[in-house]
């Protein structure tokens, strides 16, 4: 598997997430807009385990502006695609 879109599935964890980079290791690209009930946690997993990982794209207010600089600064060949739901 090397592309996912879970984007509006209400009941997505991290731990869904972190399941999802454990069992798919070769993702290449995943969308998870509008997943409100995940954090950097569960981004920052994916980035660690998905190797191959070049695009995350995900829209919610749980996952703060420091964990998405920090995230792009440590793994900066992944596009980073995020808006904040509530300005």
């Known amino acids: 598997l090397t592309s996912i879109k ?8 991290d731990l869904s997430v972190i399941e999802v980079a454990k069992g798919c290791p070769q993702l290449r690209t995943i969308m998870l807009t509008s997943c409100q009930k995940i954090t950097g946690v569960s981004v920052r ?8 990982l070049k695009v995350i794209c995900f ?7 420091e964990s ?9 060949q992944i596009e980073i695609m995020h808006r904040f739901t509530h300005e």
Do not use: H, M
């Not at 998405?68 to 900066?76: D, G, R, S, V």
């Open 6 to 13: 879970l984007g509006g599935c209400d009941n997505i964890t």
């Open 68 to 76: 998405i600089n920090a995230l792009k600064q440590e793994y900066p």
């Open 45 to 52: 997993e994916l980035a660690k385990r998905c190797s191959r």
């Open 59 to 65: 829209g919610c207010d749980n996952i703060t502006e």
